[in-house]
């Protein structure tokens, strides 16, 4: 019987120390599509006031005019046009694609 047991009492911390690994991947999201692979994400922000957290830092999307997204870190505002790479804050991000109502790009620690 404590042959039985022993495995299963092994295999909770490490089922824990698994879940304790998944926090450092540094990105999560609020209803926005946002992936990352080792120190970069990549989100898709849609709405004005949508907000993801990347990295560990708050990010904002606070709409689009004349082609560029305003986008805050913090207390860091930023705005930028498709293709153009911009530091707010800690975060280095580069615009991959803006619309009327939405913002795509990539996000890596500056």
Do not use: K, W, Y
Not at 14 to 23: F, N, T
Not at 60 to 89: K, M
């Amino acid at each position: 019987m404590h042959l039985t047991t022993r495995p299963a009492r092994l295999a909770v911390p490490l089922l824990v120390g698994g879940l304790a690994l998944v926090p450092l991947a540094g990105c999560s999201f609020s209803s926005n599509n946002v992936s990352c692979s080792g120190s970069e994400c990549t989100a898709t922000l849609t709405g004005e006031g949508s907000e993801a957290s990347i990295l560990g830092n708050s990010l904002v999307f606070a709409g689009t005019q004349d082609g560029r997204a305003t986008l805050s870190v913090g207390d860091a505002e930023v705005s930028c046009a498709a293709g153009e790479s911009v530091s707010a804050g800690p975060l280095e991000l580069t615009c991959t694609s803006v619309s009327d109502d939405s913002v795509e790009l990539s996000a890596s620690l500056g």
